[in-house]
């Protein structure tokens, strides 16, 4: 089992000393720290926790580096809150208890130091003030031990202290892949570039290709070291160095995150559930400017309440959008810290609910149950399902609700599979996205409605493109998906589909007498005609007829199955379809493929005509393009 202990507290109250007097490993790793005597940057070390490996991240005290804090205080298990005896309480150990609170920190042990410079009395009342400040956070109720790096005194109480409280209440596995907010990004001589972090999900190996959000470049990971030994595997809860190739030190800097390579979206905008702390002092209006941590990313942004207020009052919670200037890493369920604009304070935090938000259209945000919903979600089943309900989108694929939900694609599809009120699209066996019954029952309304409305406003056409209807109702959904949807909708009787056109089983065009002596006289012209028909333009000039007659004809004559439209101004007599589609057939039965030239050859015909029916092929799903080829498809 592996955790994570971290250090907080104010400047010069002796946490690197009390770590080197735990662990006999100094953590002021620069040259200025050591000449300083204070923590600048991030220190790290390993406390032995007997069957537990426990990595020890020491934060600086000082409210210049309270950024470099932030950075490493993501990932922590145990919180070792230090207070030095004669200082007692001091401003950063109270901003560093806020950030611990908001960034769901709920085990802690609190060390006085610095215990051989102050008697009894004093601290009995620092003991007193420690209590006092806790009471309400996350660390309420932590045990406190009295210490000094100096003497020994206390050193053993605290070593058992610790160790009882990492082994007494293990975090669960986190369910997501691989992630590794990178802390330090360096070369070493030799090796190339090294990144270290803490990982918070996940597992990797030596080969592993890795991803580096934002970016997007691909690594190998060439070795991976655990308290500066070579493992063959690292997980969540361990201090790790990667060691990569592939790409250059550029390309990664504090804030990335080194990932599974399934991972591949980053977000600029997303919902949270904000709590502005006491600290804040003062309201926080709506569009207000804030310096957001996620992880260790810093980026500045702006605050959005959802609920319509003009602003937020200390000790106050709300939903809110995030937008920033940048994009960064972010996944449902992470914690994040708010600091004023000037960084002089910390403000406030949160948790991500919906990661990949979109501009919110009205205030009140008419989505707020469903972000409710999100936050109050205990289990994975619950928070999917409140996921696709806060999506706008209709359906949505598996990979993007795995990030938002922070979980591995594979779970995402075994646990919808489970749950009756989610439709898997096209199909459960071969699920390529998914959607809540109510959506499709809104959805099946939308259709009718679209399709009304259309036979309204053209009657004589035989019915309405399926792509026209997926770019008016779910443009976001792949067309293969929507094809699904469709053939789904005419199983139950919604509605008609006939190639790419689909109507309302109630709708019917009609001709009446004369059009009908006259579609005969179209339909003839265009099987004699064979693979090369004349055009609507030619068709029309030569009978007589105002070219919007005469589409609505082809229209029924193609409703009837006579002919087949293969562009807007040309159609194929269904013969001529079906005497192409053997062709296509038996040729790529035994070339495994046709090319646009081969089929040109085949039916002894111009590219206008050849490409026309290639690309009804492909709309009506006969056959599949590859570059300049088509196959056909199964089944």
Known sequence: MNAILGTAGHIDHGKTALIKALTGIDTDRLKEERERG??????????????????????????????????????????????????????????????LHLLGARR??????????????????????????????????????????????????????????????????????????????????????????????????????????????????????????????????????????GIEHGDIRRGHVICAPELDRVTDRFDAWVELRPAARRPLA????????????????????????????????????????????????????LRAQNATATIGGGIVLHPFAVRPRQRPDPRLPQLAAVRDAVAPPERLSALLALESAFAVAPDALAAAANLRPDAVRTLLAADPAVRPLPDAARAEAYTTAEKWERLRAAVRAALAGFHREQPRQPGMEMESLRSQLAADLPAKVFRAVVEQLALERELVRADSLVRLPTHSAGLDHAEERLAEQVAARLSAAGFTPPDVKQIATDLGLAPPRLLGILAELERAGRVARAAPDLYFAADAVERARTLIRDYAAAHGEITAAAFRDLISASRKFSIGLLNYFDRTGFTLRIGDARKVRRG
């Open 286 to 337: 709506s569009h207000a400017p804030v310096r957001l941590y996620l992880g260790t990313a810093e980026v500045m942004g702006k605050v959005i309440w959802l609920d319509g207020r003009a602003e937020v009052a200390p000790k106050q919670s709300a939903f809110a959008q995030l937008a920033l200037r940048q994009p960064i890493a972010a996944f449902g369920g992470d914690r994040f810290i």
């Open 108 to 245: 802690g042990v609190v060390a006085i130091s610095k215990v051989d410079l102050v008697e009894p009395a004093r601290r009995a009342a620092v003991r007193e003030e420690i209590e006092i400040l806790l009471d309400g956070t996350g660390l309420a109720g932590a045990p406190i031990v009295e210490v000094s790096a100096v003497s020994g005194e206390g050193l053993e109480t605290l070593r058992t202290t610790l160790r009882t409280a990492l082994r007494d209440a293990p975090r669960p596995d986190p369910a997501g892949c691989f992630r590794l907010p990178v802390d330090r990004a360096f070369v070493m001589h030799g090796h190339g570039v090294v990144v270290t972090g803490t990982a918070t999900a996940g597992s990797v190996r030596p080969g592993a290709t890795v991803r580096v959000l934002p970016g997007g470049a691909e690594a190998r990971v060439r070795g991976v070291q655990v308290h500066g030994h070579a493992v063959e595997v690292a997980t969540h809860g361990q201090r790790i160095a990667l060691n990569l190739g």
């Open 38 to 99: 204070i923590s600048i940057d991030l220190g790290f070390a390993h406390f032995d926790a007997g069957d537990l490996a426990a990595g020890v991240v020491d934060v600086p005290g000082h409210e210049r580096f309270i950024r470099n804090m932030l950075a490493g205080a993501h990932g922590i298990d145990l919180v070792l809150l230090v207070v030095a005896a004669d200082d007692g309480v001091m401003p950063q150990t109270e901003e560093h208890l806020d950030i």
